[in-house]
C-alpha cells in the first residue's frame, strides 16, 4: 500500500524553526516530484515548495522563499521541510505530496502535520 505520513509539526513562536519530514512507501520514490502544500482554515491549498526526483531543482512559493529549504534523501524515502523564520501567516495543516505523470500518471497525499505559529 501507498503511504506518505508526515511528522515534526507543533507550536512555535514567531521567529522559531521547525523540520518537517515526510516518509513514505509503496511506490518509487526516485521518480516523483516530492512537494509541500499546505492549507489553512478558509484559504485555498498553495503550494509551498517543490524538489525534482533527483534533488537538483527546487521551487518555492514567494511567500517562503528565503525562509524555508526543502530537500529529500532517496536511499530513505524521505522529503523534508526545513522552515525557518517561521511567521503566523504560515500556520497552516502541511501536506506532502507525491506526483509522477510519465510514464503513467500518479498522485499520492499524506494526512497532513499542523504547524502552528503564535505567541
Known amino acids: 500500500q501507498v503511504q506518505l505520513v508526515e511528522s515534526g509539526g507543533g507550536l512555535v513562536q514567531p521567529g522559531g524553526s521547525l523540520r518537517l519530514s515526510c516518509t513514505t512507501s509503496?511506490?518509487?520514490?526516485?521518480?516523483?516530484?516530492m512537494s509541500w502544500y499546505r492549507q489553512a482554515p478558509g484559504k485555498e491549498r498553495e503550494l509551498v515548495a517543490s524538489?525534482?526526483?533527483?534533488?537538483?531543482?527546487?521551487n518555492f512559493a514567494d511567500s517562503v522563499k528565503g525562509r524555508f529549504t526543502i530537500s529529500r534523501d532517496n536511499a530513505k524515502n524521505t522529503v523534508f521541510l526545513q522552515m525557518n523564520s517561521l511567521k503566523p501567516d504560515d500556520t497552516a495543516v502541511y501536506l506532502c505530496?507525491?506526483?509522477?505523470?510519465?510514464?503513467?500518471?500518479?498522485?499520492?497525499w499524506g494526512q497532513g502535520t499542523q504547524v502552528t505559529v503564535s505567541s
Open positions: 524538489i525534482t526526483p533527483a534533488g537538483r531543482y527546487t
Open positions: 509503496g511506490f518509487t520514490f526516485s521518480s516523483f516530484l
Open positions: 505530496n507525491a506526483n509522477q505523470n510519465v510514464p503513467r500518471k500518479y498522485d499520492y
